[in-house]
């Protein structure tokens, strides 16, 4: 299934105190459960990147192919869970 749906930032990352939180690399998981994935199951995905501002971060989140197939396509929220980070979204 081809997505042709651009996604946006309209949030913000946790704790952030300054542009940036993160030097190093970093892993954010992107999970796909919403019912808008009910006829189209599409599998949890990784994506490493380097750490950044937030401008940065989602940046190179399309950079690596990121796409979202979904009414969802705002990202409101970088969290950082455990080891990694957690990119949570809404419509």
Known sequence: MA???PFEFSGFINDVQTDNFVANEIT????FTCY?????PRKTEYYH?????????VKQLGQRG???????R?????????PNYELWRGS
């Open 3 to 5: 997505n042709t749906k």
């Open 28 to 31: 954010v998981k992107v999970g």
């Open 36 to 40: 808008c994935y009910d006829d189209h």
């Open 49 to 57: 990147i380097q750490g950044g501002t937030e401008q940065q971060i």
């Open 66 to 72: 990121l796409t979202l197939d979904c009414n969802h």
């Open 74 to 82: 705002f990202i409101e929220v970088i969290e950082k869970v455990g």
